[in-house]
């Protein structure tokens, strides 16, 4: 096995990259870093780390105490019971925050990042069990065992859902990288403002709906290996499609 070829596979990922220059750690840059973003239900946490697997920079946005304005309660919102969200532009304006408070608070050079990965949890006591190390290094774990289904990337949000606008295609792809992206994502780029997220239980009705179209709640869990719950995002999307009229 060539060094060119290593070279060449850890470019065309960042799962690649991370593996091999870990493994061949003399291969990698001394100064490359590896970017892991976690989204959970109270903030957007970010831990870089290098070839070393030492933390060189770990920090956090708190949706309810960081970002006031959109009024969370323990990062949602809840209404009419069963109803739980969160305001879409929210996870957008906390990703422009935490990016700026690397840049300014670390002095981060981002030119420095071999390869990037996100993870997202319903709740973030999940890692509390786990050595500090491991839960560091979590959203690349997640990352390795979901880079085959999830080009690019991303591990949305648990049972968390966003609905773009039609239209927002375009605007994505002439986004000015130097503005903030939350001033140049409105509301109105999203089909609703508010994504649902794993505590809204609202979708009873298209759960029932959709085993009783398989043929029970057991051929369902056979099909798929779980029934119909409210939160799955199948049935989010079900809800919103018939309130938006797709």
């Not at 390869?115 to 050595?131: H, K």
């Not at 609202?202 to 029932?208: A, H, I, N």
């Amino acid at each position: 096995m060539t060094l060119p070829f290593l070279h060449g596979v850890a470019q065309r990922s960042p799962t690649s990259a991370f593996v091999i220059y870990s493994l061949f750690p003399t291969l990698a840059r001394p100064d490359d870093v590896y970017l892991g973003l976690d989204l959970s239900t109270q903030q957007l946490k970010c831990t870089v780390i290098n070839n070393q697997h030492h933390i060189v920079v770990e920090d956090a946005v708190n949706f309810d105490k960081d970002l006031p304005e959109f009024a969370t309660r323990n990062g949602a919102i809840e209404e009419d019971g069963d109803v739980v969200t969160v305001p879409t532009l929210m996870w957008v304006k906390a990703l422009d925050m935490l990016i700026e408070k690397m840049r300014k608070d670390y002095g981060f050079n981002f030119g420095r990042v071999r390869g990037i990965a996100g993870a997202g949890q319903g709740s973030e006591d999940r890692w509390n069990g786990l050595p500090q190390f491991h839960r560091q290094l979590a959203p690349f774990m997640l990352f390795m065992l979901h880079a085959h289904t999830f080009p690019p990337p991303l591990i949305p949000q648990q049972h968390g859902s966003v609905y773009w606008a039609r239209g927002a295609s375009d605007l994505l792809s002439s986004l000015d990288p130097s503005q903030s992206l939350h001033t140049q994502l409105g509301e109105t780029t999203f089909a609703i403002p508010r994504s649902p997220i794993w505590q809204d239980a609202s979708t009873t009705e298209q759960c029932r709906a959709l085993e009783e179209v398989v043929g029970g709640p057991q051929k369902l869990a056979d099909l798929t290996g779980s029934r119909a719950y409210e939160r799955f995002t199948g049935n989010q999307i079900a809800k919103v499609g018939f309130r938006v009229g797709v």
